[in-house]
Structures are given as C-alpha cells and as structure tokens.
C-alpha cells in the first residue's frame, strides 16, 4: 500500500512537471518522431509494430503539447503557455518536413531489405524456374462471358444508364440448391471462389489467349486482351463479383447503385480514367453481385451484358441442380486427365506471381499456398500468401480428373536481381473439418518484390 501509494506521488510530480513546462512536452515529441523516422527508414518488418506504436505515441505527445500550453494559460503562466504554443507549431513544421521526406524516401528511395543476400542457391537439389508471363490476346471461344462483352463493349451505346437487376437464375439456385452452386463455381475455371478478410467471394476469371488468368483483384482491362490496339477494342475497365456474406467485394463509395433484384434504376455515373464509371451492387436473396464498369458510354453495357450472361450460363443448373448438369456447364476442358501439378509465372514484376494448379482434393474445400527459403527453412510472406492464393476448387470422386486453380500473389522476402530458392507447399483445408493436408510441393528459382 505504502508503494503504491509512492509510484502515486512520483506520476504525480511527473505529470506536474510536464505540463508546467514550456520544453518538456515539445522535446518528448521530437524524440518519439527521431524515433518514428528511423524504424520506418529501417525497412524492417519485425520494427513495423513498433512504428505503428511510436506513431500513435505521436499523435497524444502533440495532444500533449496543446494541453499544457492550455494548462499554462489557465495558470496564468504566461510565458510558459505562449511558449508552449509556439512550440506546437514549431514541432508540427519539423513533423510535416519530416512526413513529407519520409514519403518521398519510401517512394522514390532504396528498398532493399537485404533477405537474400548472403543465400545460396543449393546446387543439390531440382529448381524450376517460374514460367514468362503471359503475354496479351482476346481468350478462345469458350471464355463465352468475355465474348458477349466484347460484343456490348463494340455496340454504339446510348445516354441511358438504366439498368435491371435480373438474377433470377442466381436466385433459384442460392434459394433450392446453394451446395450445388457453390460446387459449379469451384468447378469452372472460368470462377475464382476465394475468402478475402474472413468473407466468402467468386470472382470471374477470363482468359487471356488460350489461358483462363486471375488478375489482380479480378480487374480487367483493354491491355489484357489488346495491348497494342490490334482488334481496336475500346478502352474499358470491369470487374464482376459474386458475394456471399451478404456484402460486396468492394463496399462502395457515394456513387454506388445498390438494387435488389428486380429493380430498375439508373446507375449512378461518375469519372474513372477519363471514362463513365459505375459501381452497382445487386441483392440476391443471401447473396451480393456486383459489377464495376469503366467504359465510353453512359449506357452500361457491360454491366447489362454480364448479368444477361450470368442468368444463360446458370438457368441450366437452376432448372436441373445435378452433378451432370454441372459438368455439362463447364467450359470445355475444364476438366482434365493427369497427374497434380503446379507452376508459377512471372508477373509484370519480380517477385509477383501467377499460381497454376491442376488438383483434385476429392472433397469440397480451400487450396492455399505456403513457401519457406530452402536454406534456412524460414517461412515466406506469411501474413499475406494465404490470404492471396486461396481458392475452392473443382472435385471429384476419380482422382485422375483434374481440376483448375489459378491466383496471383507478392512474395515480399528479398529484392530485384538476388534470386534465391524457394520451396512452395499446396495446401487443403477440407470443408468438412480435420487437419489440413499438403498435396504438393515444389521448389522454385523467385526473386522477391522491392517497392
């Protein structure tokens, strides 16, 4: 009790000798933003929890500065509360200098983060090397949801941006068989079924020449399809979502269109790289769509295109909510004979990559992707690569059916012209509960990413 009651008296005279001072506040400031400035420079990410402390100790020093000028004032001590403001404002230059250049080093400056330095490649055991990336062209007839939007994209387009919220197809099936719904867009290659933040999406994939690719965050646009202008498709921008949390991918800002099925509005246009955008997100039953468009037109014709396509493509399912019926809906050779595989391609990056897996767990349940340096066993970017490769895939009683799995990820361990050897493990996670399983794993020759 006695102590107690001393660390009391001693806070007591602390406190009282901060805020009765005209330097004492504006110097613990300074520190803590000398301090600040370092760990962020260091590019350290074991020091990241530490700068974001020291930032928010910032933030309550400068509460505290203005607080014992306020106290001096109140106290009449006019000096001290005069200089106490003058002070606050001396120290909120020297924060937005210091703000400004440590913005401008993090942008434009070094990187590196020196992870693999000193690694050598081993020369005893079998490295692949990831695979060039993929290079731009309009996907195969069977990437009919890119086709019928090429064709809306290439009509003239009016000034109405009326749209209707038609999913009954969607509906249907969320409402008398979600299990075979789900099992459908896990099966096709033309889906990506993924959780992102502790909710449940499937975002459309297209395909880019003869190969169905994920792009990041499932945006498309003109340069996937046609860099160099060849096909003279106009410039567009679209992304098309399927939720089911009973939210969308992206939450939405003042402009967007929210509907439910059945309605018929306007869709709220604003300006997105100098073309009309859209963001509109339709209710169905548990479920969430969502469609973003940029394009040339206020008429929302990719919008309208793929949910005129997303009812084609599930009525047959809705209709007849089988196995058969479902296999019969896939694209061709979605699925294929063979044996497990993976392979990593190079993205517009190093250190960004492709995944592309060809697997069949048996079951219903979630691949995902861990790496460890071969070296030194250390785990690669763990954080954040099961967060981006995880994907439901397609399944089958016949282990030799193969199924299709495809997503981009960062590894962020290492910089730009020091490769080194990385070993990647595909994981399962059954839906059904029990231990996750790894099904492959591979070593690959991979660079890490460096802003």
Request: aromatic share 12%; hydrophobic share 45%.
């Given at each position: 009790?006695?102590?107690?009651?001393?660390?009391?008296?001693?806070?007591?005279?602390?406190?009282?000798?901060?805020?009765?001072?005209?330097?004492?506040?504006?110097?613990?400031?300074?520190?803590?933003?000398?301090?600040?400035?370092?760990?962020?420079?260091?590019?350290?990410?074991?020091?990241?929890?530490?700068?974001?402390?020291?930032?928010?100790?910032?933030?309550?020093?400068?509460?505290?500065?203005?607080?014992?000028?306020?106290?001096?004032?109140?106290?009449?001590?006019w000096a001290n509360g005069v200089l106490n403001v003058v002070m606050l404002l001396l120290c909120g230059g020297v924060t937005f200098a210091a703000m400004s250049s440590l913005m401008f080093a993090l942008m434009?400056?070094?990187?590196?983060?020196?992870?693999?330095?000193?690694?050598?490649?081993?020369?005893?055991?079998?490295?692949?090397?990831?695979?060039?990336?993929?290079?731009?062209?309009?996907?195969?007839?069977?990437?009919?949801?890119?086709?019928?939007?090429?064709?809306?994209?290439?009509?003239p387009g009016d000034n109405d941006s009326t749209i209707t919220a038609s999913a009954a197809a969607l509906t249907t099936l969320e409402q008398n068989a979600p299990e075979v719904l789900r099992r459908y867009l896990?099966?096709?290659?033309?889906?990506?079924?993924?959780?992102?933040?502790?909710?449940?999406?499937?975002?459309?994939?297209?395909?880019?020449?003869?190969?169905?690719?994920?792009?990041l965050h499932g945006y498309y646009t003109k340069s996937e399809i046609d860099a160099w202008s060849k096909a003279k498709i106009p410039d567009f921008q679209f992304r098309f979502t399927i939720g089911f949390s009973?939210?969308?991918?992206?939450?939405?800002?003042?402009?967007?269109?929210?509907?439910?099925?059945?309605?018929?509005?306007?869709?709220?246009?604003?300006?997105?790289?100098?073309?009309?955008?859209?963001?509109?997100?339709?209710?169905?039953?548990?479920?969430?769509?969502?469609?973003?468009?940029?394009?040339?037109?206020?008429?929302?014709?990719?919008?309208?295109?793929?949910?005129?396509?997303?009812?084609?493509?599930?009525?047959?399912?809705?209709?007849?909510?089988?196995?058969?019926?479902?296999?019969?809906?896939?694209?061709?050779?979605?699925?294929?004979?063979?044996?497990?595989?993976?392979?990593?391609?190079?993205?517009?990056?190093?250190?960004?990559?492709?995944?592309?897996?060809?697997?069949?767990?048996?079951?219903?349940?979630?691949?995902?992707?861990?790496?460890?340096?071969?070296?030194?066993?250390?785990?690669?970017?763990?954080?954040?690569?099961?967060?981006?490769?995880?994907?439901?895939?397609?399944?089958?009683?016949?282990?030799?059916?193969?199924?299709?799995?495809?997503?981009?990820?960062?590894?962020?361990?290492?910089?730009?012209?020091?490769?080194?050897?990385?070993?990647?493990?595909?994981?399962?996670?059954?839906?059904?509960?029990?231990?996750?399983?790894?099904?492959?794993?591979?070593?690959?020759?991979?660079?890490?990413?460096?802003?």
């Amino acid at each position: 009790m006695v102590r107690c009651k001393e660390m009391m008296l001693r806070l007591e005279r602390l406190l009282s000798k901060y805020f009765n001072s005209w330097w004492v506040p504006s110097a613990a400031c300074l520190v803590l933003l000398a301090a600040f400035t370092l760990s962020t420079m260091l590019h350290r990410r074991w020091l990241t929890m530490v700068s974001n402390v020291l930032f928010g100790c910032l933030a309550v020093a400068f509460i505290g500065i203005l607080s014992a000028g306020m106290w001096n004032l109140f106290k009449k001590r006019w000096a001290n509360g005069v200089l106490n403001v003058v002070m606050l404002l001396l120290c909120g230059g020297v924060t937005f200098a210091a703000m400004s250049s440590l913005m401008f080093a993090l942008m434009f400056g070094p990187s590196e983060d020196g992870f693999a330095d000193h690694l050598i490649i081993p020369a005893n055991i079998e490295i692949a090397e990831p695979l060039d990336k993929l290079s731009a062209g309009p996907g195969k007839p069977q990437d009919l949801f890119q086709q019928a939007l090429l064709e809306a994209l290439v009509s003239p387009g009016d000034n109405d941006s009326t749209i209707t919220a038609s999913a009954a197809a969607l509906t249907t099936l969320e409402q008398n068989a979600p299990e075979v719904l789900r099992r459908y867009l896990a099966a096709s290659p033309s889906w990506r079924v993924f959780r992102e933040h502790g909710h449940m999406f499937a975002t459309r994939r297209w395909m880019m020449g003869s190969e169905w690719r994920y792009q990041l965050h499932g945006y498309y646009t003109k340069s996937e399809i046609d860099a160099w202008s060849k096909a003279k498709i106009p410039d567009f921008q679209f992304r098309f979502t399927i939720g089911f949390s009973d939210r969308p991918w992206w939450r939405g800002n003042d402009n967007t269109t929210r509907l439910k099925v059945g309605d018929t509005a306007r869709a709220s246009l604003a300006e997105g790289n100098r073309m009309y955008e859209s963001h509109c997100v339709i209710a169905a039953g548990a479920l969430v769509i969502e469609a973003f468009e940029q394009s040339g037109t206020m008429e929302r014709r990719l919008t309208k295109a793929a949910l005129a396509h997303l009812d084609r493509e599930l009525a047959p399912l809705a209709a007849q909510p089988t196995e058969e019926t479902i296999r019969a809906g896939l694209p061709p050779h979605s699925i294929r004979p063979g044996e497990l595989s993976f392979e990593l391609m190079n993205s517009f990056q190093p250190g960004i990559y492709d995944s592309i897996m060809r697997a069949n767990p048996g079951e219903p349940g979630m691949l995902y992707l861990k790496a460890v340096e071969v070296t030194t066993g250390t785990p690669l970017s763990v954080d954040r690569l099961k967060e981006k490769s995880n994907e439901w895939i397609g399944w089958s009683a016949n282990p030799a059916e193969l199924f299709f799995s495809n997503t981009n990820f960062t590894i962020y361990e290492g910089d730009w012209g020091k490769p080194y050897a990385a070993r990647f493990e595909v994981w399962f996670t059954p839906d059904a509960g029990g231990s996750d399983r790894k099904l492959m794993e591979k070593v690959f020759k991979i660079e890490g990413w460096q802003r």
